[in-house]
């Protein structure tokens, strides 16, 4: 159907930030809302597809009709993606996904002490590019949250992680970005002049996008 070009597709959509525990009373995360991943996913229902939303948010309301997967950690937020990614037609990565998690995740509370803590990170492994690596027929889109340098960060992204698309955000904007309700965004392809998305709602925005993908996909 015309109006339904993603019938029978599936759509996995990561949203919002990770979470990495310290400890049974702290974590360490970031400013994302998952706004722009739940956005997404009202979108590609709209658009008649299977929309599987692996969402990091626990303040969001799950989308009607959409189906969720709670996670918490980059971990846990990896792994669910593996699971979904063999049948599906298109993966967003909109999460804020925490690039470290502390080495160690203590079962007790720790106890103020010295007049100094080291927390010690290791790296968490990346999502994008483990899936960028393993790809067949799925259509890959990243975001890239930057500040600085956005075209060469977003581009060297788009090659590194081998996305089919990278959906650059300056965040340093005041309309764009972490816990806003608008995005401003630039769109990176392979072989395609840059698009450049105005300030808009981001559930627009995310429509936008989706239409974008929808192009590219069928050349
Ligand atoms: O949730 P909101 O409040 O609505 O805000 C939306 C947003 C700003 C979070 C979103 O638009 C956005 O930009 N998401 C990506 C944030 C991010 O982590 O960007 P990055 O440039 O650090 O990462 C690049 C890409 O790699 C992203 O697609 C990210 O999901 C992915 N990644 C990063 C690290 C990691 N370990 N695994 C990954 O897959």
């Given at each position: 159907e015309p109006n339904l070009p993603l019938k029978n597709k599936k759509v996995v959509i990561t949203a919002g930030g990770t979470k990495e525990r310290i400890d049974p009373v702290r974590y360490i995360t970031n400013d994302s809302s998952g706004k722009m991943g739940y956005s997404l996913a009202i979108a590609a229902r709209n658009l008649g597809a299977d929309v599987c939303l692996i969402s990091a948010s626990k303040t969001l309301q799950t989308p009607y009709g959409v189906s969720l997967i709670p996670v918490e950690t980059a971990q846990q937020m990896h792994h669910a993606v593996d699971v979904e990614f063999?049948?599906?037609?298109i993966v967003i990565m909109s999460a804020a996904v925490s690039d470290y998690r502390p080495e160690q995740v203590l079962n007790e509370k720790i106890k103020k002490n010295e007049q100094e803590m080291i927390l010690k990170l290791v790296k968490n492994k990346d999502i994008l590019a483990t899936l960028g690596s393993q790809k067949k027929h799925q259509f890959l889109i990243g975001f890239a949250a930057e500040t600085t340098n956005v075209e060469e960060y977003a581009k060297g992204k788009l090659v590194k992680k081998k996305a089919d698309m990278i959906v650059a955000n300056?965040?340093?904007?005041?309309?764009?970005?972490?816990?806003?309700d608008t995005n401003e965004v630039t769109i990176f392809m392979v072989d395609e002049e840059p698009v450049e998305l105005s300030v808009n709602s981001k559930q627009a925005i995310a429509e936008e996008i989706l239409a974008i993908a929808l192009t590219k996909m069928t050349k």
């Amino acid at each position: 159907e015309p109006n339904l070009p993603l019938k029978n597709k599936k759509v996995v959509i990561t949203a919002g930030g990770t979470k990495e525990r310290i400890d049974p009373v702290r974590y360490i995360t970031n400013d994302s809302s998952g706004k722009m991943g739940y956005s997404l996913a009202i979108a590609a229902r709209n658009l008649g597809a299977d929309v599987c939303l692996i969402s990091a948010s626990k303040t969001l309301q799950t989308p009607y009709g959409v189906s969720l997967i709670p996670v918490e950690t980059a971990q846990q937020m990896h792994h669910a993606v593996d699971v979904e990614f063999d049948t599906a037609s298109i993966v967003i990565m909109s999460a804020a996904v925490s690039d470290y998690r502390p080495e160690q995740v203590l079962n007790e509370k720790i106890k103020k002490n010295e007049q100094e803590m080291i927390l010690k990170l290791v790296k968490n492994k990346d999502i994008l590019a483990t899936l960028g690596s393993q790809k067949k027929h799925q259509f890959l889109i990243g975001f890239a949250a930057e500040t600085t340098n956005v075209e060469e960060y977003a581009k060297g992204k788009l090659v590194k992680k081998k996305a089919d698309m990278i959906v650059a955000n300056d965040v340093s904007k005041p309309h764009a970005g972490f816990n806003k309700d608008t995005n401003e965004v630039t769109i990176f392809m392979v072989d395609e002049e840059p698009v450049e998305l105005s300030v808009n709602s981001k559930q627009a925005i995310a429509e936008e996008i989706l239409a974008i993908a929808l192009t590219k996909m069928t050349k």
